[in-house]
């Protein structure tokens, strides 16, 4: 079973529309993530949820929000998608906050068109 | 603010040679490090991780890294490479205290392999 697991793993849409990028973790961890990988292959941070608390990264614009509806589970929504939304967003989970290995999902490559 | 840099974006290196991937960290105290591995079309996977203790730490599929206190620097060996070692290689740093939100990655270094 994969530990980590994302859905679509390919996404193309038009400008405006709305989305949604499912995550699901079944390692039992405490801590889920969501990073955005650049064309370039830089990879940020933009959100962490830790026993319900979420840490939002103040750069990431309020178009996205993550939604947890329980633990095994953190959901990226993107309203209004923008072209420059076009990147590759990973989900990630660890068991808790303080340097345990984060296990990686294996991306979901946006398209916005 | 915590930094990584990785100066070399792109390495070639022949079969069975040995190699060495450089990282450089800047961070007020000696923070958790970590070296990622992404094959093409693929997550993230971690290859092994500093925490304190013992400077030389061993990771999976034979690679191993160098913690140098005075040079800030965390730098990724492997004695002898495999084609299946060409790939994305991405090292990273998280405060002690702060927790993994503050996890920052360097830019990459692209690994080519050739026979």
């Known amino acids: 079973d994969t530990a980590v697991s994302q859905t679509p793993k390919y996404l193309v849409t038009q400008m405006g529309n709305d989305k949604s990028i499912k995550c699901e973790q079944n390692?039992?961890?405490?801590?889920m993530y969501w990073y955005k990988q650049d064309s370039k292959k830089f990879l940020k941070i933009m959100f962490s949820y830790n026993n319900k608390e979420l840490i939002i990264n103040e750069t990431v614009p309020n178009r996205f929000s993550p939604k947890s509806p329980d633990k095994a589970h953190l959901n990226l929504h993107i309203n209004s998608l923008e072209l420059g939304d076009s990147a590759v967003y990973f989900c990630a989970s660890s068991q808790d906050t303080r340097g345990s290995e984060a296990f990686f999902g294996q991306g979901t490559r946006l398209t916005v068109v | 603010a915590q930094s990584v840099t990785q100066p070399d974006i792109h390495i070639t290196v022949s079969e069975g040679a040995s190699l060495e991937l450089r990282c450089n960290y800047s961070y007020g105290a000696t923070p958790y490090l970590f070296w990622y591995v992404q094959s093409p079309g693929q997550g993230l996977q971690l290859l092994l991780k500093?925490?304190?203790?013992?400077?030389l730490v061993q990771g999976i599929k034979g690679f191993e890294a160098e913690f140098k206190r005075s040079q800030s620097s965390f730098n990724l060996r492997k004695p002898s490479v495999h084609w299946s070692d060409a790939a994305e290689y991405f090292c990273a740093v998280a405060p002690l205290l702060g927790g993994n939100e503050k996890l920052t990655f360097g830019t990459g270094t692209r690994l080519t392999i050739i026979p």
């Open positions: 390692l039992g961890h405490d801590t």
């Open positions: 500093y925490f304190s203790g013992d400077t």
